[in-house]
T-cell receptor
């Protein structure tokens, strides 16, 4: 019963390409998040959204943008991919109240060459 | 500043030995605290939260406000406990953000 689905498990893109990472949740959660996960650095928040069409910058938004046109879908966009954006990207969702109970997707391993 | 510190990047113990994964936090109020776990090739998932005061897979964690700690403990480690463990804090003034520790990789040796 997959509840947060990330469209790709592995992606390889070239430097300068525009990259779209998609995330869909079926739990009617208000909040959605994009993190990158790097060894020794833990999880770093890129962007989050607490409602449709709403977005907030996280700790490392540079080089990224997001889109949330529908409640269930939250897209991460790399405008011009660079090699330092090679990472594991995790999407998560949570309800608006009772914070902390995040549900994560299985992650997208992005390699930029 | 709000911060979660996991002082050990890597912890290696023998099967059957006790395990303690350390988590310290910096927060002026009364936070909610969580432990998340990521097994190899699996998604990150919630292990336990302090308000539940429950034991999951033999793990417990007690919030010590005096020491601002939320250490994760298990009396007898099992090989299947090998995973990446993250401690996280939810500020009471934010109903959606978590502050994450850097994670501890736990390896259980046979």
């Amino acid at each position: 019963d997959v509840k947060v689905t990330q469209s790709s498990r592995y992606l390889v893109k070239r430097t300068g390409e525009k990259v779209f990472l998609e995330c869909v949740q079926d739990m009617d959660h208000e909040n959605m998040f994009w993190y990158r996960q790097d060894p020794g650095l833990g999880l770093r928040l890129i962007y989050f959204s607490y409602d449709v069409k709403m977005k907030e910058k996280g700790d490392i938004p540079e080089g990224y943008s997001v889109s949330r046109e529908k409640k269930e879908r939250f897209s991460l966009i790399l405008e011009s991919a660079s090699t330092n954006q090679t990472s594991m990207y995790l999407c998560a969702s949570s309800k608006s109240a009772g914070a902390g109970g995040y549900t994560f997707g299985s992650g997208t391993r992005l390699t930029v060459v | 500043a709000q911060r979660v510190t996991q002082p050990e990047k890597l912890l290696s113990v023998f099967k059957g030995a006790p395990v303690e994964l350390k988590c310290n936090y910096s927060y002026s109020g009364s936070p909610e605290l969580f432990w998340y776990v990521q097994y190899s090739r699996q998604r990150l998932q919630l292990l336990l939260r302090h308000i539940s005061r429950e034991s999951i897979k033999g793990f417990t964690a007690d919030l010590n406000k005096g020491e601002t700690s939320f250490h994760l403990k298990k009396p007898f480690a099992q090989e299947e406990d090998s995973a990446m463990y993250y401690c996280a804090l939810s500020p009471v003034d934010s109903n959606y953000q978590l502050i994450w520790g850097a994670g501890t990789k736990l390896i259980i040796k046979p």
